[in-house]
Nanobody, 117 residues
Framework: QVQLVESGGGLVQPGGSLRLSCAASGRIFRFMSMGWYRQAPGKERELVAHITSSGSTNYADSVKGRFTISRDNVKSTVYLQMNSLKPEDTAVYYC???????????WGQGTQVTVSS
């Protein structure tokens, strides 16, 4: 069983930066693909960024060049560095991990990011 705990959300002005962290329990983190999703009010949850167990990354078009996903397998933590934030980035951000041998997805509880002046 894996537990994911996000942190780092908050209120930031447009153009500002935040770094989200997602700490994982358990011993399988290094074998998991990890992703950051977000859900704004009235909208569906969408994939923001993804990183495989080997470190390959991909991003939603809306965040390319502004957000960076990374992982630290020693700390069992995945990060989302968010720069040049826009009001439309306002959402609850969720961390998700997939362990393919079990076909299991794990979700964190979410952290609120609000971009407003």
């Amino acid at each position: 069983q894996v537990q994911l705990v996000e942190s780092g959300g908050g209120l930031v002005q447009p153009g500002g930066s935040l770094r989200l962290s997602c700490a994982a329990s358990g011993r399988i983190f290094r074998f998991m693909s990890m992703g950051w999703y977000r859900q704004a009010p009235g909208k569906e949850r969408e994939l923001v960024a993804h990183i495989t167990s080997s470190g390959s990354t991909n991003y939603a078009d809306s965040v390319k060049g502004r957000f960076t996903i990374s992982r630290d397998n020693v700390k069992s933590t995945v990060y989302l560095q968010m720069n040049s934030l826009k009001p439309e980035d306002t959402a609850v951000y969720y961390c998700m991990g997939t362990y393919y041998p079990e076909g299991t997805d794990y979700w964190g509880q979410g952290t609120q990011v609000t971009v407003s002046s």
